[in-house]
Nanobody
Framework: QVQLVESGGGLVQPGGSLRLSCAAS????????MGWYRQAPGKQRELVAT???????NYADSVKGRFTISRDNTKNTVYLQMNSLKPEDTAVYYC?????????????WGQGTQVTVSS
C-alpha cells in the first residue's frame, strides 16, 4: 500500500499562487494514476486533477487553465501548481493514488493540506 504525505498548503490572497506537493512511499509509484481532490466545508470531495503514469492529465472544468498537475517519478512526488487562485478554491486538498486499470479514486489518501484563499 502506497503512503502519501501532502505539503504546501497555506493562506494566499485572491490571484495568488501555491504549489502543493505529495510525496509517495513505495516502489510502485511509477505505475499509479495520481490525483488531487479537494473538499470544502459542507461539500463533497471533488476531483481537481489527475495524471497517469504516461503523464496524461485531466482537470475539473473549474480549474482548467489555472492549475497544473505534474509528477516526478525519480522523486516519487506529484505536484499541483495553482495559479490565479479564487476564494472558491478554499478547501482541504488531498492526494490520491489509484492502481493502473482502475477507475475513480484509489484507496490510498494523504492526510490533506489546507488551502485558504482570502484577502
Amino acid at each position: 500500500q502506497v503512503q502519501l504525505v501532502e505539503s504546501g498548503g497555506g493562506l494566499v490572497q485572491p490571484g495568488g499562487s501555491l504549489r502543493l506537493s505529495c510525496a509517495a512511499s513505495g516502489s510502485a509509484f511509477n505505475s499509479y494514476r495520481m490525483g488531487w481532490y479537494r473538499q470544502a466545508p459542507g461539500k463533497q470531495r471533488e476531483l481537481v486533477a489527475t495524471i497517469t503514469r504516461g503523464r496524461s492529465t485531466n482537470y475539473a472544468d473549474s480549474v482548467k487553465g489555472r492549475f497544473t498537475i505534474s509528477r516526478d517519478n525519480t522523486k516519487n512526488t506529484v505536484y499541483l501548481q495553482m495559479n490565479s487562485l479564487k476564494p472558491e478554491d478554499t478547501a482541504v486538498y488531498y492526494c490520491n493514488a489509484a492502481p493502473p486499470g482502475t477507475t475513480g479514486w484509489g484507496e490510498a489518501w494523504g492526510q490533506g493540506t489546507q488551502v485558504t484563499v482570502s484577502s
